[in-house]
């Protein structure tokens, strides 16, 4: 679970380890002026090798936004429309809309993505991309 870094005890009480490289963290609850932070332990440098960890602020962002889609108990949809490739026609997607739990449901990490919603028998598969993330699932 990611949790932030105010709602946690200082320092090593914390008790974190890091998303990423599973180091374990410092909680860092900083003065004006400075922004409080996780970093990790020194101690486990040697042991972890943690200059190798790869948490970068994308990668935190989906953990974070898998965390609030599988936990929200309601989730807001836009009105979205594609086109069907082969004949231009218009496919809607979704209907905005605004449902509450049971109306969906959330399975994290299925068949390559990072979310499948569960919306009145359809499957609406949520893939968060950006730069340097290489894998994309195959839709079929
Ligand atoms: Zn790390």
């Not at 963290?25 to 970093?39: N, P, T, V, Y």
């Not at 898998?66 to 209907?95: A, C, F, G």
């Amino acid at each position: 679970m990611l949790v932030d870094v105010l709602s946690v005890a200082r320092g090593k009480a914390c008790e974190c380890i890091c998303p990423a490289c599973q180091t374990p963290l410092i909680a860092r609850h900083c003065k004006e002026g400075h922004e409080s932070h996780f970093a990790h332990d020194p101690a486990f440098k040697d042991e972890q090798q943690y200059k190798e960890c790869e948490l970068s602020y994308p990668v935190a962002l989906r953990l974070m936004l898998k965390q609030i889609i599988n936990t929200t108990s309601s989730l807001t949809l836009p009105d979205y429309t594609l086109r069907y490739y082969k004949t231009q026609e218009p496919i809607i997607v979704t209907k905005a809309q605004t449902l509450s739990r049971p109306q969906f449901d959330v399975e994290l990490e299925k068949k390559g993505f990072d979310a499948v919603v569960k919306i009145e028998g359809h499957s609406l598969a949520i893939f968060i991309k950006y730069e340097g993330r290489t894998h994309i699932p195959e839709i079929h």
